[in-house]
């Protein structure tokens, strides 16, 4: 089974974070963000990471890392007094056997076996005085079963009651997630949980922690900045396809080049690349990663979070096109394209030749606008949408300033948390 058919990313939902008042992004297999700088591309990234994050380590260190609740409350004309986030993800039948397997916790629901669209997201506001957060409301939906915590009265900061592995009498603080703990007991949440910690990885690349080759780790999944590169490489080699995969794209980008591969040296993981000596069907040449470009790194980063393993079921790769040559980008977004069949992904970008490739169709486009104190999602008009059909494209739009988005933007309406 393939790692898309196991978890699915549906939409994520945001309201009073940080520039977005309300936001809902809906996500194909292939999503490509654009939009100016400071417009919030990357606030959606984070969003997605502050969900992990937080059921990872803790809401509490989730917050700490971007700067606590005030950091992240949305201050526009309609200052928001709640950061409301959540996830509709779809998890296979496949997928829930897995866990159950793993974990001996028996699927409650027979109807859950065939898989099942789950909603999971929670509401914090900061305590009166401002000093420390509350989770207001916390909310896990499937279509069989459901887990709803809250506050009866926000004002009053009591710890709510759940049904939890601690019995009746356990009280749940209300500044922690009950999530984890509901997981104990019952496999569909363990699910959710497991999905939501390790489903989304986001990625913003850095040749010099690239070229910094640190000692020899055991990680398989590749880090955010790319700096245990060399660890995931090493990891790829088991698979000979995959390691056809990467050097054939490779290959397109850096002219001459056989392969690329992992080695050990004085504890440490190098990445050597090896290319033709000047007609020679052999590799004569060797350089380690101090002899390439910033770009060549980059290509061979986002090649490889593409085909780590486990490998995400959502891979999000921030601005493509830094430092890679207009030729590259193309090759890159051909791999990124066929990597659709096995996971989804998500793009930043505001470069047109990236946006002029035909696997950015008006469909896969979100704009992301700062309007009136806050940012705001769109997608294309119907007329940009047909303007922006073969022989043109989304980039010869954008070079044009004729990006022209719907009127409405993409907004959560009714209950925050109801299934889509």
């Not at 859950?112 to 957060?133: C, E, N, Q």
């Not at 992904?345 to 030749?353: I, K």
């Not at 700062?370 to 070079?399: D, N, Q, T």
Request: hydrophobic share 40%.
């Amino acid at each position: 089974m393939s790692d898309s058919a196991r978890v699915h990313i549906e939409e994520l939902r945001l309201s009073g974070y940080r520039a977005f008042e309300n936001a809902r992004l809906q996500f194909d297999d292939l999503t490509v963000l654009v939009g100016r700088n400071g417009a919030g591309k990357s606030t959606l990234l984070d969003a997605l990471e502050f969900v992990r994050d937080a059921l990872t380590d803790s809401l509490a260190n989730a917050l700490e890392r971007r700067g606590g609740i005030q950091a992240l409350l949305h201050h526009g004309a309609r200052e928001a007094k709640v950061l409301s986030v959540a996830i509709h993800l779809r998890l296979s039948g496949g997928y829930l056997h897995e866990v159950e397997g793993r974990t001996r916790l028996p699927i409650v629901s027979d109807a859950s076996r065939d898989g099942t669209l789950v909603t999971y997201g929670f509401s914090i506001a900061p305590k009166r005085g401002g000093l420390g957060f509350v989770v207001t409301r916390e909310v896990a939906r499937s279509e069989h079963q459901h887990f709803v915590r809250g506050l009866g009265n926000a004002k009053q900061h009591r710890s709510p009651a759940v049904s939890l592995p601690g019995g009746p009498g356990f009280r749940l603080s209300n500044d922690a997630l009950g999530l984890p703990f509901v997981a104990d007991v019952d496999v569909l949440w363990r699910a959710v949980l497991e999905a939501l910690r390790t489903s989304v990885r986001a990625y913003s690349l850095s040749p010099a922690a690239i070229r910094a080759e640190p000692p020899v780790g055991g990680a398989s999944v590749l880090s955010r900045n790319g700096s245990n590169a060399g660890d995931v490489l090493h990891h790829l080699e088991r698979s000979k396809a995959d390691v056809a995969w990467l050097n054939k794209h490779l290959a397109a980008i850096v002219p001459g080049l056989v392969r690329v591969r992992a080695e050990t040296a004085a504890g440490r993981r190098l990445i050597r690349f090896h290319q033709r000596y000047n007609k020679s069907k052999t590799a004569g040449v060797v350089f380690d990663v101090g002899d390439m470009s910033d770009g060549t790194l980059r290509c061979l980063a986002l090649l490889l979070a593409l085909r780590q393993k486990p490998t995400p079921a959502l891979v999000c790769l921030e601005e493509i096109e830094d430092s890679v040559h207009p030729a590259a980008l193309g090759v890159l977004l051909d791999a990124i394209d066929a990597s659709t069949s096995h996971c989804q992904v998500l793009l930043t970008s505001h470069s047109p030749e990236a946006l002029s490739h035909p696997a950015v169709t008006p469909e896969r486009v979100r704009v992301v606008e700062w309007r009136e104190g806050s940012s705001a999602l769109f997608r294309l008009s119907l007329g940009a949408e047909e303007m922006s059909r073969p022989p043109r494209s989304v980039g010869k739009l954008l070079r044009t300033n004729a990006l022209f988005t719907a009127r409405d933007s993409e907004r959560v309406e009714g209950d925050f948390f109801a299934a889509p």
